[in-house]
Nanobody
Framework: QVQLVESGGGLVQTGGSLRLSCAASGRTFSDYIMGWFRQAPGKEREFVATISRSGGRTSYADFVKGRFTISRDNAKNTVDLQMNSLKPEDTARYYC???????????????????WGQGTQVTVSS
């Protein structure tokens, strides 16, 4: 089992920044591909960003490219999501997820992830 706990959400104005963090425990963190997803009310959960086990590969949803950055620290068992130039449409609950796979793999779909956190709310006011 892997336990994931997100933090760093909150209320921010349009154009502002937030840094989300996800702390993992329970298994060897570097064995897992990590991802961030989000879900707005009435919508399906959608992919935001993913990072490979070593941190050498990343991938982003088109709607966050150039604004969000995913990073991980395998020594601290954390994965972060730096969010800049936030827009009202970024308002959602953000979830951290962990999935098993080989060292160079990254995942963009929810089905590939085995463990999920409870999420942290991000609200961007206009």
């Amino acid at each position: 089992q892997v336990q994931l706990v997100e933090s760093g959400g909150g209320l921010v104005q349009t154009g502002g920044s937030l840094r989300l963090s996800c702390a993992a425990s329970g298994r060897t963190f570097s064995d897992y591909i990590m991802g961030w997803f989000r879900q707005a009310p009435g919508k399906e959960r959608e992919f935001v960003a993913t990072i490979s086990r070593s941190g050498g590969r990343t991938s982003y949803a088109d709607f966050v490219k150039g604004r969000f950055t995913i990073s991980r620290d395998n020594a601290k068992n954390t994965v972060d999501l730096q969010m800049n130039s936030l827009k009202p449409e970024d308002t959602a609950r953000y979830y951290c997820a962990a999935g098993q796979g080989s060292i160079i793999v990254i995942y963009r779909t929810t089905a590939r992830y085995d463990y999920w956190g409870q999420g942290t709310q991000v609200t961007v006011s206009s």
